[in-house]
């Protein structure tokens, strides 16, 4: 172990100064050993997918990595030793903090899964009673039911990804879909609210003619109760 002295002084209550001395005590290894488990951790932390979520950080303690290599070629071990302990430091939290991320991460994207296969199988109810009567109306139904097998398609796509622990990749896919059904549910309400206006218009029309037959004919018109 290398074992740095530093001498100062201090007064003590006689007056006298003293000298006493401190031991620094530095790494065991050396600076090229420290910077080689330093790219060996942040090496690590990069297949562990740290980029996705730490991204700022990796990239700042990439280039701290490459500030040190500079540092040793120029001959400033020391400058470069200082920095290379608080590089270890960092990476050693980043370490702690990746871990902590991905677990959020993983507990997000599986309820977010979990949510839109309830919201497919809502969709596919709320499709069934479409009306089908017209070519417009069948044509809609078919154009939705072709997303809906889609959106299935995504969401075993979703599973891949989070069986891969590609957690942020199936948060952003799963967001998408969530956007995309929540367009079809806003659209649906509209055919419903045309479909409602429709058979009332219907019924009106129906009332008046029912209403004009009477009156050619005599009859008291009986309307539905």
């Keep these: ?34 910077l080689l488990r330093a790219e060996k951790m942040l ?6 997918g740290a980029e996705q979520y730490l991204t700022f950080e990796i990239a700042e303690l990439r280039r701290g990595i490459e500030e040190v290599k500079k540092d040793l070629r120029n001959n400033r ?6 920095s290379l302990m608080s590089i270890c430091s960092k990476l050693d939290s980043c370490d702690l903090a990746l871990g902590k991320l991905k677990y959020e991460a993983e507990n997000r994207s599986r309820k977010q899964l979990a949510f839109l296969g309830v ?34 398609k995504d969401l075993l796509q979703l599973e891949v990804l989070i069986s891969s622990e590609n957690y942020p990749e199936a948060l952003e896919k799963g967001s998408s879909i969530q ?16 479909a409602t206006l429709a058979e009332q218009r219907h019924a009106q029309n129906m009332t008046k003619s029912v209403t004009q037959t009477s009156r050619l004919t005599g009859a008291i018109p009986v309307t539905a109760q």
């Design 77 to 82: 071990a020391e400058i470069g030793e200082v």
């Design 119 to 152: 919201q497919l199988k809502t969709l596919e109810v709320a499709l069934e009673r479409l009306p089908k009567l017209t070519y417009v109306d069948q044509n809609r139904y078919d154009i939705h039911m072709h997303r809906l097998r889609r959106y299935h």
């Design 43 to 48: 090496y690590t932390l990069e297949a562990k």
């Design 179 to 194: 956007l995309q059904v929540a367009k079809i549910f806003s659209g649906l309400s509209s055919v419903s609210s045309e």
């Design 1 to 34: 172990m290398r074992v740095r002295l530093v001498v100062s002084a201090r007064r003590y209550p006689c007056g006298l100064l003293l000298p006493v001395v401190l031991a620094l005590v530095a790494c065991s290894t050396s600076p090229s050993e420290q």
